[in-house]
């Protein structure tokens, strides 16, 4: 019922028909006479009439939109929808890298490291489904059915294996899960700060991601009918976000974890280099909500060891910690560091890698 809701809402059309029938339902009153349906059905008719010229104002900023914003690069066919992928850069002997943001993000988050990159080799940005210039795709979104889609937009967009994925936050829980499935394709992961999914069932109780989770949705409601400032943007961000978010909670992670999760020794020898903070920058909120030293410390412990699960996946990981006084969002706080990690691993790979 919600993935159908948030189908339904991610699409920009939809606020038309739905201010109409509003509108009608209110007509529909006022044909009654009697003197309740009359106040009633004008009210109705009056909220039908203001959110249908707000969906109108809405289909025209996403048209405006896509006019001053084409994309930047190509729309490939993917199962039926289409998916952004963005290549610069020159294909050397050493394999291609391929970037994904954290959260729910457009490719272009990552735009300054990509940029950077490509000056010295091949470089890829990737829209995920709802996300830049990505058509949404089919609901639910899900990190299993983006890892499949991943690998099946480079293959469409003419990009060839071996790559390099790197990934932050929830970009690197599905480039590991890329990985997993289709170790054929790849030549090393850079996770930075990757999601821990142990983090997700057994952290201290927070209502944050559900709160996000709603936020998405209301603000893509808020977009149908055209009441929100700026440029107009897409329903269907907002709508992907909600639905593929469900997996971070306790119950959410329980249905998807078997498809989801990267075990230890999952990846085998394959070379991963994992990128973290030393401390918990950033993160004093978590230990404000502490209800003593002691449990502040445990919460502590318990964040910076989860953090370093993922060296369990292969043989062949390592650990390289972010420079001083940066936090989970370190590669737009150092994007010169990141960029140096994965081009040491691209330089290595060739004599190690077939």
């Given at each position: 019922?919600?993935n159908s809701?948030?189908?339904?809402?991610?699409?920009?059309w939809?606020?038309?028909?739905?201010?109409l029938?509003?509108?009608g339902?209110?007509g529909?009153?006022?044909a009654?006479?009697?003197a309740?349906a009359?106040?009633?059905?004008?009210?109705?008719?009056a909220?039908?009439?203001?959110?249908?010229?707000g969906?109108?104002r809405?289909?025209?900023?996403v048209?405006r939109?896509?006019?001053?914003?084409?994309p930047?690069?190509?729309?490939v066919?993917?199962?039926?929808?289409?998916?952004?992928?963005?290549a610069e850069?020159?294909?050397?002997a050493?394999?291609?890298?391929?970037?994904?943001?954290?959260?729910?993000?457009?490719?272009?988050d990552?735009?300054?490291?990509?940029?950077?990159?490509?000056?010295?080799t091949r470089s890829v940005l990737?829209?995920r489904?709802?996300?830049?210039?990505?058509?949404?795709g089919?609901f639910?979104?899900t990190?299993a059915?983006?890892a499949?889609e991943?690998p099946?937009?480079?293959?469409?967009a003419?990009e060839?294996?071996?790559?390099?994925?790197?990934?932050h936050?929830?970009g690197g829980?599905?480039v590991a899960?890329?990985?997993?499935r289709?170790?054929?394709l790849?030549?090393?992961?850079?996770?930075l700060?990757?999601?821990?999914?142990e983090?997700?069932?057994?952290?201290?109780?927070s209502g944050?991601?559900?709160?996000?989770?709603?936020?998405?949705?209301?603000?893509?409601?808020?977009?149908?009918?055209g009441?929100h400032?700026?440029?107009?943007?897409?329903?269907?961000?907002?709508?992907?976000?909600?639905s593929?978010?469900?997996?971070l909670?306790?119950s959410g992670?329980?249905?998807?974890?078997w498809?989801?999760?990267?075990y230890?020794?999952d990846?085998?020898?394959?070379p991963?280099v994992?990128?973290i903070?030393?401390?918990l920058?950033?993160?004093?909120?978590v230990?404000?909500?502490?209800r003593?030293?002691?449990?502040?410390?445990?919460i502590s412990r318990?964040?910076?060891?989860?953090?370093?699960?993922y060296?369990a996946?292969?043989t062949?990981?390592r650990?390289?910690h972010?420079?001083?006084?940066?936090?989970?969002?370190?590669?737009h706080?150092?994007?010169e560091?990141?960029?140096?990690?994965?081009?040491d691993?691209?330089r290595e790979?060739?004599a190690?890698?077939?």
């Open positions: 019922m919600a809701l948030l189908a339904a809402v991610s699409r920009d939809l606020g038309v028909p739905v201010a029938a509003v509108a339902a209110g529909g009153l006022l009654v006479g009697a309740w009359a106040m009633v059905g004008a009210l109705v008719l909220v039908g009439v203001l959110l249908a010229a969906a109108v809405h289909l025209v900023l048209a939109e896509a006019r001053v914003h084409p930047p690069g190509r729309l066919d993917v199962g039926g929808h289409r998916m952004h992928v963005l850069g020159r294909a050397g050493g394999p291609t890298v391929v970037w994904m943001p954290g959260g729910h993000a457009p490719g272009e990552l735009r300054e490291l990509h940029t950077l990159l490509s000056a010295r990737v829209d489904p709802g996300t830049g210039w990505s058509d949404v089919p639910p979104r990190t059915a983006e499949a991943l099946a937009a480079l293959e469409a003419g060839r294996a071996p790559f390099v994925f790197v990934g936050s929830f829980l599905l899960n890329v990985a997993r289709r170790p054929d790849v030549a090393g992961l850079v996770l700060d990757p999601t821990p999914l983090v997700i069932a057994f952290a201290p109780p944050r991601l559900a709160t996000m989770r709603r936020g998405f949705l209301l603000a893509a409601v808020r977009q149908l009918f009441a400032r700026g440029p107009g943007g897409r329903t269907g961000p907002g709508c992907a976000a909600a593929i978010f469900a997996e909670s306790p992670l329980a249905r998807v974890g498809d989801t999760v990267v230890d020794g990846l085998g020898d394959l991963l994992l990128v903070p030393r401390d920058v950033g993160g004093e909120a230990l404000a909500g502490a003593d030293a002691d449990e502040a410390e445990r318990f964040y910076l060891r989860s953090r370093v699960r060296l996946a292969s062949a990981s650990l390289v972010t420079p001083e006084g940066t936090g989970h969002d370190f590669p706080e150092a994007p560091f990141v960029v140096g990690v994965v081009g691993l691209v790979l060739p190690i890698s077939p």
